[in-house]
């Protein structure tokens, strides 16, 4: 095996309070903080781990969006990546950009590249959308091993061990493929001063969907966001009987 591409996706930190714009067009993200998806971090740190085990020899940062993408890139590539691909897509472009985009790129990328894995992470915390490696795995007709916890190289083969709804299934596909990080894979490391230093002179290629030949019009289109109702504070009941009553007289029963 020779080269992994692995996706690093900018979204809004988790730690901040979502606010919905006046509009109801979108949320705001003018002046929010911005970070490195979690699920792309624990597969940033998959790629990582397999290089240092030797399986591979190169890993490739890849992530789609405007120019501020690039310290997305540039935290990858602290954490041990060695070069950066930044596919700029800016606009209204970006703004309806989805994961079927994306994966067209990836599809694109994994071509060009010669990529024996593309490693992504299961989801973005922004839309939840967990459908860009699946849709990757189904455009390159590779084999995908999705929300993984464990991941092992064996030759030419993949042996990953999936989280599903009944507990835990064991697969084994062959290379190329496509896999997807779940939360227990690992625990990403921090990226240390000189690797921060050092992320600084690594390269990060710069390119347009149209030079990979990747369409960006988007299928879906946003009619209104909204936040979330607020819910009601709850009551608390001494008795069975006090709860009966409170369902009757609010109609529930």
């Not at 703004?95 to 994306?102: F, K, R, S, V």
């Not at 973005?124 to 590779?142: E, K, P, R, V, Y």
Request: proline share 4%; glycine share 6%.
């Amino acid at each position: 095996m020779s080269r992994v591409l692995v996706g690093v996706k900018r979204v809004i930190d988790y730690a901040v309070k979502i606010r919905v714009k006046p509009d109801h067009s979108g949320v705001v993200t003018d002046g929010v903080k911005h970070s490195m998806n979690p699920f792309c971090e624990i597969a940033v740190e998959e790629a990582v781990k397999l290089k240092e085990k030797k399986f591979i020899k190169e890993v490739v940062a890849v992530s789609c969006g405007p120019t501020q993408v690039t310290e997305t890139i540039r935290t990858a590539l602290a954490m041990g990546c060695d070069r950066g691909i930044h596919v700029e897509v800016s606009g209204k472009d970006y703004e309806a950009m989805g994961p079927l985009q994306i994966a067209k790129i990836f599809a694109a990328l994994a071509k060009k590249e010669e990529a024996s894995l593309v490693i992504l992470g299961k989801q973005a915390i922004d839309d939840d959308c967990n459908q860009t490696g699946q849709m990757t795995a189904a455009l390159l007709d590779w084999p995908q091993g999705t929300f993984a916890s464990e991941v092992t190289i064996d030759g030419e083969k993949v042996k990953v061990v999936r989280e599903i709804d009944g507990g835990l299934e064991t697969i084994k596909i062959s290379m190329p493929a496509v896999l997807t990080a779940d939360l227990r894979l690992n625990t990403p490391r921090y990226a240390t001063l000189p690797n921060i230093m050092k992320a600084k002179k690594k390269k990060i290629a710069n390119m347009k969907p149209a030079d990979l030949g990747v369409d960006m019009v988007s299928r879906v289109e946003v009619l209104r966001v909204d936040e979330p109702p607020t819910r009601l504070a709850g009551v608390k009941v001494e008795t069975v009987d006090d709860l009966v009553a409170k369902l009757k007289a609010n109609g529930t029963i």
